[in-house]
């Protein structure tokens, strides 16, 4: 059973990735960023998930963005609320955090290498990189790159993989996936303000 990192947030989109993962017959590590997040609840839900997805060993890393800052998510910036599909599309949001999935994907590069694992799934998906630089298929492509170019394995003919399996997916599509896997969508948090009601 081949072993594979999961960029595991706790949220909608990682989770369903997961259970990809997972329903490919993959060996599961989690890998959580505790980056400073304002929504840190999401934590919580990673660690009920990877109970969930009896995952093989789940490394919670401390890492604090808000030293930082630069976003709603690390900063005292307000987050945004009743955003239209016009507004995300228009421009970068300020719950962009500078370098995020760069950082995050380094890390799991590093983690997958030590364990000798051949893939990190992560949950970038369609919505996300209309607004989102380091969700495009450009940056993902270009990472896959770092990661042969720069890791012992990459230079011995064995790269880890990147892989983003929702990437050209709508949210509609997304959850229709996770139910069919049975996805514990209760576990989840994708909320940026989890105590508003109708506020995503």
């Not at 999401?42 to 808000?66: G, N």
């Not at 990472?143 to 509609?172: H, Y």
Request: proline share 6%.
């Amino acid at each position: 059973m081949s072993k594979i990192v999961v960029l595991a947030s706790g949220g909608l989109d990682s989770t369903v990735t997961a259970a990809i993962a997972k329903s490919e017959g993959y060996e599961l590590y989690f890998l959580t960023v505790d980056y400073g997040q304002r929504h840190r609840t999401e934590i919580a839900c990673a660690q009920k998930i990877s109970d969930y997805f009896q995952v093989r060993e789940h490394k919670i890393v401390p890492l604090d963005l808000r030293t930082f800052g630069g976003s709603a998510l690390t900063d005292q910036i307000p987050v945004p609320t009743n955003r239209t599909p016009q507004d995300r599309e228009q421009q970068i949001p300020v719950t962009y955090v500078p370098a995020r999935n760069t950082i995050f994907l380094s890390l799991a590069l590093a983690y997958a290498e030590v364990l000798g694992a051949s893939n990190i799934f992560f949950g970038a998906n369609i919505r996300d990189y209309s607004g989102y630089p380091d969700c495009r298929p450009d940056f993902i492509r270009a990472f896959k790159e770092v990661a042969r170019l720069g890791t012992r394995l990459g230079l011995a003919g064995q790269p880890v993989d990147i892989l983003a399996p929702l990437l050209f997916l709508s949210k509609r599509e997304i959850i229709q996936k996770g139910h069919a896997l049975g996805v514990p969508f209760q576990w989840t948090n994708s909320c940026y303000n989890p105590g508003l009601q109708n506020q995503p």
